[in-house]
């Protein structure tokens, strides 16, 4: 019944690998998010996706990518692992819209990713 | 580039005290909405606010939108010790983008 789903819950990987975290929402929403939650709690939106579409994209290192397979999913893949990338991820989602800014937002439970 | 501020960082309160955090933009907000993140937790939404100078409560909590538009607040009155987290203030600049204020961390002392 979870609204929107990450997995894994927790990730500890080495400098220099690729990983993964996979994002499900059963809420029909529209517009799914991925954010950044630093050591300081700051958060930060990377990217959004509308119906596929990307429609923002936060001057992210490339290394990261948002995969949607449909819209109901919104993966991110990192490649080469740094040590600055350790946080929480947070997967989110909302209706939607002409602006997907002006709809509620909800969030995963997020993804605690440890660079050794 | 659009910034949102915050303050205070922290504030500890002793349980049935009130509670104000202010949230402050660099420009002119469509929207604003704010989210309660327990520790360990993940950002909840509680409230979205629209209209220029728009209060809106729910039980404890009240919730003040600016007449500019720049500006908001959160009041807590008496609180509980289930208010303890940090809420986050979120702002749309009229869809160009939506940035979090950096949020204030609440304790509160039983």
């Known amino acids: 019944d979870t609204a929107v789903s990450q997995t894994p819950k927790y990730l500890v990987t080495q400098m220099g690998n690729d990983k993964s975290i996979k994002c499900e929402q059963n809420?029909?929403?529209?517009?799914m998010y991925w954010y950044k939650q630093d050591s300081k709690k700051f958060l930060k939106i990377m990217f959004s996706?509308?119906?596929?579409?990307?429609?923002i994209n936060e001057t992210v290192p490339n290394r990261f990518s948002p995969k949607s397979p449909d819209k109901a999913h919104l993966n991110l893949h990192i490649n080469s692992l740094e040590l600055g990338d350790s946080a929480v991820y947070f997967c989110?989602?909302?209706?939607?819209?002409?602006?997907?800014?002006?709809?509620?937002?909800?969030f995963g439970d997020g993804t605690r990713l440890s660079i050794l | 580039g659009q910034q949102v501020m915050q303050i205070p960082q922290y504030q500890h309160v002793q349980e049935g005290e009130d509670f104000t955090t202010y949230c402050n933009s660099s420009?002119?907000?469509?929207?604003i909405q704010w989210y309660k993140q327990r520790p360990g937790g993940h950002p909840v939404f509680l409230i979205q606010?629209?209209?220029?100078?728009e209060v809106k409560k729910q039980k404890r909590l009240t919730f003040q939108f600016g007449e500019a538009k720049k500006n908001s607040s959160l009041h807590i009155t008496a609180t509980q010790t289930t208010d303890v987290g940090t809420y986050f203030c979120?702002?749309?600049?009229?869809?160009?983008?939506?940035?979090f204020g950096p949020g204030t961390r609440l304790s509160v002392l039983p």
């Open positions: 979120a702002g749309d600049n009229y869809g160009q983008n939506f940035v």
């Open positions: 420009t002119t907000l469509s929207n």
């Open positions: 606010l629209v209209k220029s100078g």
């Open positions: 809420l029909g929403h529209d517009t």
């Open positions: 996706y509308n119906n596929k579409e990307l429609i």
């Open positions: 989110a989602s909302s209706p939607g819209g002409w602006s997907a800014y002006n709809q509620p937002q909800h």
